[in-house]
C-alpha cells in the first residue's frame, strides 16, 4: 500500500468518526524550571551609541552560522519515480490585480561574510526593523536608515563580557504592538559546544528603536537551536530544538518552550522570570512555532497556541497550547490540544532547488513550518496562518500554506492549498492575514532558468477555498547565483503586518544581485491586497441662505464595506449615523464624518457657510425688466450686528442682475461675477481697490448671497476691511481676485535681529525692491549664506538661485557677526500660505506674536510637528511636547504636515 492511498483511507475513517481532528489524550508537561535572568543592563539610546560595524570572522572558513538541521525523527520518503500527487495543487496563477507594491528597498547585505542570512523584520508605525546574521538596521518606512547597518553586538555594546562579545545568530524581531515595544532575540554560546549556551533577548524602552533597551540574558544547557519567538498577551514565547554536546558529536535531545514575564520585562524588572517546559521524552515535536497575534488580542485567559509538522503516515500537524499562571507559576502547563490531517503531500526534495548557470541546487528546508505562526482573533472565531515546502509531485518544489480556525469547537483546518503554478521552484515563505482576512504569500523563486529571486502572491478574502486568487509579483528580480557548495539558503523569512492600518503587510527576503559564495542581499518591500479605506466629504452646497438646507455626503472606498457614520459638527449641535443626511444649519458649519469598517477609522470634512446678508424689496414695490431699482443692502458679520448700510441700485433683467450706482461703476464680467472699481473722483478716495462679487439667487428668485473678498482703502499701504469685518468673516469669500492693489508710496520698515551663525528668519512685508541682492544689502558684509528649499544665495561663490525674495517662505541665513536686516516694503498682498504634505519652511505673515492653535484651528489634525527652524522648542501634539506655543514674526519654522492645506495669516 503506497503512501497516498494509505493516508487517504486513513483520513476517511479519521473524518468519519470525529470529523476533525484527533481526540485529545492524556499528555501534560509541567514547567521543568522556574529562573530568572542571569544578565540584566539597560543601555543609553542606541541613537547615541556608535554604530559597531560588522566584520567578517577571520577564523571562520565556511561562515556557516551554526545549525542542526537533521530531524529527530525519519520521514517517509517518496521516490522521485514514485511521486505523491498533491490533491491541493494550485497549477495556474491567479488573476485578480489587486492592491500591489507600495514601496521596496535595499535591506542589509552580508556584511559579515555569513551563510545563511535568517532574513528577519518586522514594523511598527514609524520603523521597520530587520536584521539578519549577524548584522541590523532601523529604518524609516521611507527605507532610510535611522541605524546601521550594524552588528548586532551594537545592541550590547555597554555589556560586559560575554554578552557584548558573541553575538551567535538565529535572530527574530517582533514589534509588539499592545506595549508599543520592540522585541529582539538571538543565540549566544561564547563556550561552544559547550554549555552554559544563552538565550540574548532586548527590548525597547519605548516605541522608537532608537531608543534605550532593556538586556536579559537567560542561560540553558542545551544549544537551542532553531529559536522563534511569539507575542500573546501574558508573555513572550520561545521555541527551540534542543541539543547537547556528547561524545563529541550533537544528539537531539526535545523540543524547549520557554515563557517570559513579558510585564515585568516591559517595565526593565531584572527580577523578570523565566518558566522552561521540557517535551522530552516526546522527540516527535521538532521545529515548533509559537503562535504571534496580529491585531486585536486574543481573549483574556485564551492559552498560547504551538504547531508543528510531521510527515508520516498519516501526514499531521500537532496542536499543543500553554498555560500560564504568574500568580502560581507551579500550575503553568503545557498540554497537547489536539492533531490536524492535511490532505497528504510529500517533502521528499532529492535534487534540492535549482539555479541557473548549473550552479548548487539551494536547500528547500521542507521538513518543518516555517515561520511565522500568526494568530488572528476575529471576535466570533480566531485563525492561524503557517506554511511549509512541497513536492507537487514532479521535483518541483511548491507552497502548501494553511489556514486553521477555531470557532469554539476546537481547531480544524478551514483551507489548504499548495501553491504551485509553473516549472519554478517557490519555497522559504511566510505567509500572513491582513485585518479584513486577505493574505499575503512570500517566498523565494528560483529555477534553471529563473535566478532566485523574490515574489508574492495573495487572496481575497472572498477567494474560493484554497486558491491563491492574486496575480504574481515580483518584488525584486535575482541576477546571480549562490554558488557555496553546502546549499544553505536560509532558514526563513518575514510577513509581517503594519500595525496602523492592519492592511498593509511588509515582507524581507534574500536574493542574490551578483553571482557569488556568500553573496546575498536583500530586500524590504511594503505591498497591500485590500484597498485602502478613504472618505471624501462633501456637501451639496458650500454656501447656502439662511434657512435652507443641503445634504451632506460621505463617499466611502476601499476598506471591508462594512461601513459605520458618525456626523459632528463644530460648533456642536448635530450629530447622525446615516451616510447622507439633510442639515439645515443656523451658523456657518465644519461638519465631519468618521467612518469605521470594523477594522480602520478614517474622518473628512466639509465646510458650509451662511451668508449673513439681507436684501429687502417693498412688498408693493413692482418689479419690472430692464429697470434700474434703488435698495438697501445690509452687510452682517457672523455675530449678526450690521457692519454698514450701502444704498446700490440692482437691475433686474431675467437672469441677469447688474450693479450699478452713483459711487460703483461695473460691468457683466462673466456669469453674475463682477469686477467693482472705486470711483476716482469720490472725495478721500485716491486710488483704485479690486475687488470681486458674486450674486446669486434662491430657488424663489430671491437675491440671497453676496462674496465680497474685501474692500480696501486705497490710501492706505495695508487693506482696511469695513468696520468690525475682516477677511476670514463670513461676508468674505476669497475667490481668484486680488484683495487689494497697493500703493506704497509710504513704506513700511521692517527690522531682523541676527545672531553670528545660523538664523531662521522670514518677512511680513512684500519688499518694494524684491532683488534679492538688494534686500539683504543693509547685511551684505556679514552674509555667509541663505538657502531656503527653493535654492540659495552665496555671495562668496558669486551663485544666487534665489533671485528674488520670498516673503511666503521661511529661510535659512548664516552670518558672519550679529547685524541687523532692514526691508522695506507693504503689508503683504495676499496673506496665505499653501502647506504641502511633508516638510515645510515655513514664514510668520504677522507684525505680532501668532498663537499655533489659532493659526492652524482649522486644520490641527494635519500638523505632525511643529519646530524652530534654528533652535530646540517643538510643537508635537502626538509626543505631548508643547514647547513651542507661539510663532515669533520675523521667524521662520519648520512644519511637517500630515496632507496638504492653507493657512491665512
Given at each position: 500500500m503506497n503512501k497516498w492511498f494509505s493516508q487517504r483511507f486513513f483520513l476517511m475513517i479519521f473524518l468519519f468518526l470525529t470529523g476533525k481532528c484527533l481526540l485529545p489524550q492524556t499528555e501534560l508537561y509541567r514547567a521543568k524550571d522556574i529562573s530568572q535572568p542571569v544578565f540584566f543592563y539597560k543601555t543609553s539610546p542606541l541613537r547615541d551609541m556608535p554604530v559597531v560595524k560588522p566584520v567578517p570572522d577571520e577564523n571562520d572558513e565556511t561562515g556557516e552560522v551554526h545549525n542542526l538541521n537533521s530531524v529527530p525523527w525519519a520521514a517517509e520518503k517518496i521516490s522521485a519515480s514514485n511521486p505523491l500527487f498533491d490533491l491541493k495543487l494550485q497549477s495556474l496563477m491567479g488573476i485578480q490585480n489587486r492592491g500591489g507594491i507600495n514601496t521596496h528597498f535595499e535591506g542589509v547585505g552580508n556584511l559579515q561574510y555569513k551563510l545563511p542570512p535568517d532574513t528577519e523584520g518586522d514594523v511598527g508605525p514609524d520603523h521597520y526593523v530587520q536584521m539578519v546574521n549577524m548584522s541590523f538596521a532601523v529604518f524609516d518606512k521611507s527605507g532610510n536608515i535611522l541605524y546601521g547597518p550594524a552588528s548586532n553586538l551594537s545592541l550590547w555594546q555597554q555589556a560586559p563580557e560575554p554578552w557584548s562579545g558573541f553575538s551567535n545568530g538565529d535572530p527574530i524581531v517582533l514589534y509588539d504592538q499592545e506595549a508599543d515595544r520592540w522585541l529582539v532575540s538571538e543565540l549566544s554560546f561564547p563556550y561552544h559546544p559547550y554549555s552554559p549556551h544563552y538565550i540574548k533577548i532586548a527590548i525597547s524602552e519605548t516605541g522608537d528603536p532608537t531608543g534605550s533597551w532593556y538586556l536579559y540574558g537567560f542561560e540553558y544547557d542545551y544549544f537551542c537551536d532553531y529559536p522563534k519567538l511569539g507575542i500573546w498577551n501574558d508573555g513572550y514565547y520561545l521555541t527551540t530544538n534542543n541539543n547537547y554536546w556528547v561524545n563529541n558529536q550533537w544528539d537531539f535531545h526535545a523540543v524547549g518552550v520557554s515563557v517570559f514575564e513579558r510585564d515585568s520585562m516591559l517595565v526593565?524588572?531584572?527580577?523578570?522570570?523565566?518558566?522552561?517546559?521540557?517535551?522530552?521524552?516526546?522527540?516527535?515535536?521538532?521545529?515548533?512555532?509559537?503562535?504571534?497575534?496580529?491585531?486585536?488580542?486574543?481573549?483574556?485567559?485564551?492559552?498560547?497556541?504551538?504547531?508543528?509538522?510531521?510527515?508520516?503516515?498519516p501526514d499531521r500537524i500537532f496542536i499543543y497550547k500553554v498555560e500560564t499562571d504568574w500568580q502560581n507559576v507551579n500550575n503553568a502547563a503545557l498540554l497537547w490540544e489536539c492533531t490536524l490531517l492535511p490532505e497528504p503531500f510529500s517533502g521528499s526534495l532529492p535534487d534540492g532547488i535549482s539555479q541557473p548557470e548549473g550552479a548548487p541546487y539551494l536547500a528547500p528546508m521542507s521538513n518543518r513550518l516555517l515561520y511565522r505562526l500568526q494568530y488572528r482573533n476575529f471576535g466570533n472565531y480566531s485563525c492561524m496562518v503557517t506554511n511549509h515546502t512541497v513536492n507537487r509531485g514532479d521535483d518541483v518544489a511548491g507552497i502548501r500554506w494553511y489556514e486553521f480556525r477555531d470557532d469554539g469547537s476546537g481547531w480544524e483546518i478551514q483551507q489548504q492549498g499548495t501553491y504551485s503554478p509553473d516549472d519554478t521552484h517557490r519555497w522559504m515563505g511566510s505567509i500572513a492575514m491582513d485585518g479584513y482576512g486577505n493574505m499575503a504569500l512570500g517566498y523565494s523563486a528560483s529555477g534553471s532558468h529563473v535566478y532566485p529571486s523574490i515574489r508574492y502572491t495573495g487572496r481575497t478574502v472572498d477567494a474560493a477555498p484554497g486558491m491563491m486568487n492574486l496575480a504574481e509579483q515580483v518584488i525584486k528580480e535575482g541576477s546571480g547565483v549562490q554558488l557555496n557548495p553546502n546549499h544553505r539558503w536560509g532558514d526563513y523569512s518575514s510577513m509581517s503586518v503594519d500595525p496602523?492600518?492592519?492592511?498593509?503587510?511588509?515582507?524581507?527576503?534574500?536574493?542574490?544581485k551578483v553571482t557569488g559564495d556568500r553573496s546575498w542581499q536583500t530586500q524590504i518591500a511594503s505591498l497591500h491586497i485590500n484597498d485602502y479605506l478613504q472618505v471624501s466629504v462633501t456637501s451639496g452646497a458650500d454656501t447656502i441662505c439662511v434657512g435652507d438646507s443641503v445634504q451632506l455626503f460621505a463617499n466611502v472606498m476601499g476598506g471591508s464595506g462594512k461601513n459605520s457614520f458618525r456626523w459632528t459638527s463644530d460648533p456642536p449641535g448635530f450629530h447622525s449615523t446615516k451616510q447622507n443626511p439633510f442639515v439645515s444649519p443656523e451658523n456657518s458649519s465644519t461638519y465631519s464624518c468618521l467612518v469605521n469598517d470594523g477594522i480602520n477609522a478614517i474622518s473628512g470634512q466639509t465646510n458650509i457657510m451662511m451668508v449673513y446678508f439681507s436684501l429687502s424689496l417693498p412688498d408693493s414695490m413692482a418689479v419690472y425688466p430692464s429697470q434700474e431699482y434703488a435698495v438697501p443692502v445690509i452687510l452682517k458679520n457672523p455675530a449678526g450686528h450690521?457692519?454698514?448700510?450701502?444704498?446700490?441700485?440692482?437691475?433686474?433683467?431675467?437672469?441677469?442682475?447688474?450693479?450699478?450706482?452713483?459711487?460703483?461703476?461695473?460691468?457683466?464680467l462673466d456669469n453674475n461675477i463682477y469686477i467693482l472699481q472705486l470711483d476716482n473722483s469720490i472725495p478721500g478716495q485716491a486710488g483704485v481697490s479690486i475687488n470681486a462679487a458674486g450674486l446669486m439667487r434662491n430657488q424663489s428668485g430671491v437675491i440671497c448671497h453676496l462674496f465680497f473678498t474685501g474692500i480696501?482703502?486705497?490710501?492706505?499701504?495695508?487693506?482696511?476691511?469695513?468696520?468690525?469685518?475682516?477677511?476670514?468673516?463670513s461676508i468674505c469669500k476669497v475667490d481668484a481676485a486680488e484683495i487689494c492693489v497697493y500703493n506704497?508710496?509710504?513704506?513700511?520698515?521692517?527690522?531682523?535681529?541676527?545672531?553670528?551663525?545660523?538664523?531662521?528668519?522670514?518677512?511680513?512685508?512684500?519688499?518694494?525692491d524684491p532683488d534679492m541682492i538688494s534686500v539683504l544689502d543693509p547685511v551684505q558684509q556679514q552674509l555667509i549664506f541663505i538657502n531656503n528649499f527653493s535654492g540659495y544665495y552665496w555671495p562668496e561663490g558669486g551663485i544666487n538661485t534665489l533671485q528674488n525674495w520670498n516673503y511666503k517662505a521661511g529661510f535659512f541665513i548664516k552670518a558672519s557677526d550679529d547685524a541687523t536686516l532692514t526691508i522695506s516694503g507693504c503689508y503683504p498682498q495676499d496673506n496665505s500660505i499653501l502647506l504641502f504634505e511633508g516638510w515645510n519652511l515655513f514664514p510668520v505673515l504677522s507684525e505680532n506674536e501668532v498663537a499655533i492653535v489659532d493659526?492652524?484651528?482649522?486644520?490641527?489634525?494635519?500638523?505632525e510637528m511643529i519646530r524652530e527652524a534654528i533652535g530646540e522648542k517643538i510643537y508635537w501634539p502626538e509626543k505631548g511636547i508643547f514647547s513651542l506655543l507661539l510663532l515669533e514674526p520675523g521667524g521662520a519654522y519648520l512644519v511637517d504636515m500630515k496632507g496638504e492645506c492653507m493657512i491665512r495669516f
Open positions: 526593565g524588572s531584572p527580577d523578570a522570570r523565566r518558566i522552561f517546559f521540557d517535551f522530552y521524552p516526546n522527540q516527535q515535536m521538532w521545529s515548533v512555532l509559537p503562535a504571534d497575534f496580529d491585531g486585536t488580542p486574543p481573549p483574556e485567559g485564551t492559552p498560547e497556541y504551538l504547531a508543528c509538522l510531521k510527515e508520516g503516515t496602523t492600518d492592519q492592511t498593509t503587510f511588509w515582507y524581507t527576503q534574500q536574493y542574490y450690521d457692519i454698514e448700510t450701502l444704498s446700490m441700485l440692482f437691475s433686474y433683467d431675467d437672469q441677469i442682475i447688474g450693479l450699478t450706482g452713483a459711487s460703483l461703476a461695473g460691468g457683466i480696501g482703502l486705497p490710501d492706505e499701504c495695508g487693506p482696511v476691511y469695513l468696520e468690525n469685518a475682516a477677511l476670514n468673516d506704497c508710496d509710504n513704506p513700511y520698515f521692517l527690522e531682523i535681529s541676527l545672531d553670528a551663525g545660523w538664523n531662521g528668519i522670514s518677512s511680513w512685508l512684500a519688499p518694494v493659526l492652524f484651528s482649522n486644520h490641527l489634525e494635519k500638523v
